[in-house]
């Protein structure tokens, strides 16, 4: 069992930045592949991130690449998402995932969710 936290999310200016973190119970973090998803108010859940168990791959949507970057401390069973350039359609709740295998976009192979954080970019 794995439970996840969020937290980092709020309220920024367009342009500004935010970090998003999210700490993992248990011992076995480091088993999991990670990934960032979010939705929008009247939106489907759309995937934003992922990242391998050893950090030594990372996925991005298109719409965030060049703009956000995923990573994660094992040591501190915490992954992070660093959000720049934030734009109003940015605006979600964001989650993070656990992922035994490696789903990539794929929502429906996440293990553990959290419960979000809310990201609201004001333009």
């Known amino acids: 069992q794995v439970q996840l936290v969020e937290s980092g999310g709020g309220l920024v200016q367009a342009g500004g930045s935010l970090r998003l973190s999210c700490a993992a119970s248990?011992?076995?973090?480091?088993?999991?592949?990670m990934g960032w998803f979010r939705q929008a108010p009247g939106k489907e859940r759309e995937f934003v991130a992922a990242?391998?168990?050893?950090?030594?791959?990372?996925y991005y949507a298109d719409s965030v690449k060049g703009r956000f970057t995923i990573s994660r401390d094992n040591a501190k069973n915490t992954v992070y998402l660093q959000m720049n350039s934030l734009k109003p359609e940015d605006t979600a709740v964001y989650y993070c995932?656990?992922?035994?295998?490696?789903?990539?976009?794929?929502?429906?192979?996440?293990?553990?969710w959290g419960q979000g954080t809310q990201v609201t970019v004001s333009s």
């Open positions: 995932a656990a992922d035994i295998g490696y789903s990539g976009s794929y929502g429906g192979g996440y293990d553990y």
């Open positions: 990242i391998s168990w050893s950090g030594g791959s990372t």
């Open positions: 248990g011992r076995t973090f480091s088993s999991y592949a």
